[in-house]
């Protein structure tokens, strides 16, 4: 069964550094997001991208942040001069076109800053 | 604001009872719910969903039910087993012109099944 990938599974880095974060959505899948979730908190919202460019931002995504489509297959999330509460679990979603289908989750990055 | 914490509410039920996670959501725009289940260290899993035309709908041994009028959401499992241990979440989009999906995430629930 197709399943979306992220890598890599743990990265420690030091405040101030960048990171990107990967992510392999299902191949048919147009619609991308990422979410982040705090340890012991709800999953958030970051971004929703769409025929390469962003389509929807929240709040946490400021200018920190941002995604890219750099080839057929991977989605990516950098973050420019990571921060300690930048440390949490970082999940890619995908979905097919069509409106009321569900998005499917990476088993998601734990981003740590020390 | 909303309350920010460690820890989730926790539901304890034996093997082979029924469960029932319950979930407020915020937007009374929302259109399109989805529950979903989170085991340690992995992603959202998604369990079941429902349209805001309906009010109930039945997967295998789950259905969700919703309440619009109180803008309340909940999922029953039936006969839960030590497999359906993990931490439940109700998520709903709100649908605007443009809009791409996102969903918002409830804070979750801890579903702790006991042999």
């Known amino acids: 069964e197709p399943e979306v990938t992220q890598t890599p599974s743990h990265q420690v880095t030091q405040m101030g550094q960048e990171v990107i974060l990967r992510c392999v959505p299902i191949?048919?899948?147009?619609?991308f997001y990422w979410y982040r979730q705090i340890l012991g908190q709800k999953v958030e919202f970051l971004v929703s991208?769409?025929?390469?460019?962003?389509?929807?931002k929240s709040e946490i995504f400021d200018d920190q942040f941002s995604v890219e489509r750099p080839d057929g297959s991977n989605f990516t999330l950098k973050i420019r001069s990571t921060k300690l509460e930048d440390s949490a679990m970082y999940f890619c979603?995908?979905?097919?076109?069509?409106?009321?289908?569900?998005?499917?989750f990476g088993p998601g990055t734990r981003l740590t800053v020390l | 604001g909303e309350s920010v914490g460690l820890h989730l509410p926790t539901l304890s039920v034996q093997e082979g009872d029924n469960s029932i996670i319950n979930c407020a959501y915020s937007?009374?725009?929302?259109?399109?719910f989805i529950w979903y289940k989170q085991e340690s260290g992995k992603g959202p899993q998604f369990i079941i969903d429902?349209?805001?035309?309906?009010d109930k709908r039945q997967g295998q041994r789950v259905t969700v039910l919703l309440n619009k009028t109180v803008k309340h959401l909940s999922l029953q499992i039936a006969a839960t087993q030590p497999g359906d241990s993990a931490v439940y979440f109700c998520?709903?989009?709100?649908?605007?012109?443009?809009?791409?999906?996102?969903?918002?995430f409830g804070k979750g629930t801890k579903l702790s099944v006991k042999p």
């Open positions: 979603a995908s979905r097919v076109p069509g409106f009321y289908n569900e998005q499917f």
């Open positions: 191949s048919n899948h147009l619609y």
């Open positions: 991208f769409y025929n390469n460019e962003i389509s929807e």
């Open positions: 937007n009374s725009a929302s259109d399109y």
């Open positions: 429902i349209r805001s035309n309906m």
């Open positions: 998520a709903e989009r709100v649908y605007y012109g443009g809009s791409q999906g996102n969903l918002i």
